[in-house]
């Protein structure tokens, strides 16, 4: 019975060591070449096969759409936030977490795919022993293996907790049965992984144009800034030892990458920036991308040193690694809706949020752009208003009109809606996130940050948004919050959730700060509804007291802090190894 269950579990696990010929997709800018036949005995000889086994490690990064690795898994997808008050969607929802409807399964695909992941990782770096040739060359793909095995402890960590680490590749005649190692043993081990990557990948740009997508030295560094702050704030606000220093980590990670001065914030269009970073690079601002007229092509490190690490897609159908249907499947088609509570994260153009600003209309509004005037201007680059245009069922053209929904515009390409497909590259991790991260990180370590440092981080997100005008959006600074009755540490995480709204953290942000039990259990609202900007001509939807769109009542939402902060283990693994126990709750 015991030799079926190492089977079972090895069955799980080993995914490359006999083929490599499970590689999704024929990424070109990757050399993703899949190969048939391959086995240990005929493989591993050289560079090019060592590349080969590091390209199958690039198939587990999570993308924009519908595939094989997405939404429930990978890093930060869009869809995640459906799990937060953030957004919502109907279809590829909440998967029975923001309702507390979830139960402990039998299996878990995100358990599956990050411990096949971490094997073959392992197996690469196993093998890469027995590769010959440009030694450096050879560093470098141990140091992408070294960085996916990284990425895949984080995965399970942030969801699971404690988890069996395990360093090397798994036979049948080892034991499996391995107890779940505390939590901050595998992050250190993550660091080291991290700290290795850092050290061997090239700088950005120092990589072969036709390498853009592989790990480089700032990606390794700006994913430990994130897996830092994650657990160094989650310690925080629950009283564990390790938080200094794992906030220290996440300021030194970040701060490195600042200082080596490879990224910056992407502003090549102007006061549109913010807006087409999440589109084609179609030129100078005003082009007709918007319009409809069809992609040129995708961004790189020469023309956009924001972007840190991308999921490829390609340029269009006659150029094309793979695709992705989000903008029609997920904003287009209601099933990612921003909320009333994402909404009002937004800043008046005085700096202050709702409730303080003189310029707060919500409680006045006539029709659905009352709340857009005197914001933010990312509020508009990222939710469509009825001055902007949008697609008609038939493909063509048309003024957008509110509807009863919210619709994101980030991802959104009008000119790929119709066919479903999609090219955009999904920017798995950027420099504004890696700036959020060193300006939390300082904060959180002593509860104070400087104007100095407000100016190098949250203050050139500001200065972007709004093309160097403060009068659309004030500079944050001690005083300011000071003089207005606000909080720092809310200002700070504000400024967070709007400039990385909709790419996927506003549901890991409520779990590391420890707030998800306060806003969970809440209903959850859309915009305010005004039935002449319905065009479905059917009966209004369920309403709130004050006349939102109710798009789940809170008789439906749950949260329970002992158990829901932390993910059920899969009940089969359980059952094969006695030595695992399972999560709280449970």
């Known amino acids: 019975m015991k030799h079926k269950k190492i089977k079972n579990i090895i069955g799980t696990l080993m995914m490359i060591s006999t083929s490599l010929a499970l590689l999704t997709g024929c990424m070109k800018k990757l050399d993703l070449s899949p190969e048939t036949q391959l086995s240990d005995g005929s493989f591993w000889k050289n560079i090019s096969d060592l590349k080969q086994g590091c390209n199958y490690l690039y198939t587990f990064l999570n993308g924009i759409g519908i595939n094989k690795y997405d939404d429930p898994t990978g890093n930060p997808s869009p869809l995640q936030d459906n799990y937060s008050d953030k957004t919502f969607g109907y279809s590829y929802g909440s998967i029975g977490i923001g309702d507390g409807s979830r139960i402990a399964k039998p299996n878990s695909v995100e358990w599956t795919n990050f411990y096949a992941l971490i094997r073959a990782a392992n197996n690469v770096l196993e093998k890469s022993k027995n590769v010959t040739g440009d030694i450096n060359e050879i560093n470098k793909y141990q140091g992408e293996a070294h960085f996916f095995r990284a990425l895949g402890y984080f995965e399970l960590v942030k969801r699971f907790g404690d988890v069996p680490y395990y360093n090397h590749t798994l036979t049948v005649g080892e034991d499996l049965y391995a107890s779940r190692t505390p939590r901050q043993e595998v992050v250190d081990s993550i660091y080291a992984d991290l700290d290795f990557a850092a050290n061997y990948c090239p700088q950005p740009d120092a990589q072969a144009a036709a390498d853009y997508g592989r790990i480089t030295r700032t990606a390794a560094l700006g994913y430990k800034s994130r ?32 200082s080596e001065g490879r990224h910056a914030l992407y502003t090549s269009q102007g006061e549109k920036s913010y807006f087409y970073l999440f589109q084609y690079d179609g030129g100078p601002a005003g082009n007709p991308i918007q319009m409809g007229y069809g992609p ?15 999921r490829l897609y390609g340029q269009n159908t006659n150029n094309i690694i793979a695709f992705h249907p989000f903008g029609r499947a997920f904003p287009g088609d209601g099933n990612m809706q921003p909320t009333k509570a994402m909404v009002e994260a937004y800043l008046y153009k005085d700096g202050l949020p709702p409730g303080f600003s003189p310029y707060d209309s919500l409680a006045n509004q006539t029709s659905s752009l009352t709340e857009f005037r005197n914001r933010d201007p990312r509020f508009e680059m990222s939710v ?34 119709m066919n479903s497909k999609q090219f955009v590259n999904f920017i798995i991790l950027r420099y504004a996130e890696v700036l959020l991260n060193n300006a939390e990180a300082k904060f959180e370590l002593n509860d104070q940050i400087s104007d100095g440092d407000l100016n190098q981080t949250i203050n050139l997100l500001r200065n972007r948004a709004t093309n160097n005008d403060i009068n659309k959006l004030p500079l944050l600074t001690n005083s300011f919050v000071q003089a207005n009755g606000l909080d720092m540490r809310a200002e700070i995480r504000r400024e967070r959730t709007v400039e990385l709204a909709f790419e996927g953290f506003a549901y890991w942000d409520i779990l590391r700060w420890k707030t998800a039990e306060i806003v969970s259990p809440k209903e959850v609202l859309g915009r305010k509804y005004f039935v002449n900007e319905d065009l479905t001509a059917s009966t209004p939807p369920p309403l709130s007291a004050d006349g939102y769109v109710l798009l789940e009542a809170a008789s439906f939402r749950s949260f329970k802090p002992q158990r829901d902060y932390l993910w059920p283990l899969p009940t089969r693994e359980l059952a094969l ?10």
């Open 227 to 258: 897996v830092a702050l994650f657990e160094g704030t989650w310690d925080k606000f629950r009283n564990l030892p390790t938080s200094q220093r794992n906030l220290q980590a996440a300021i030194d990670a970040s701060g490195r990458v600042m």
């Open 296 to 310: 040129t092509k995708n961004y790189t490190y020469a023309t956009n040193k924001e972007s840190m690490l991308v």
């Open 577 to 586: 190894n006695s030595n695992l126990q399972q999560n709280p709750g449970w």
């Open 384 to 417: 469509f208003n009825n001055t902007m245009d949008y697609i008609t069922v038939q493909g063509g053209i048309r003024p957008y009109v509110a509807g009863r929904t919210y619709v994101s515009r980030k991802y959104f390409s009008i000119c790929d809606y």
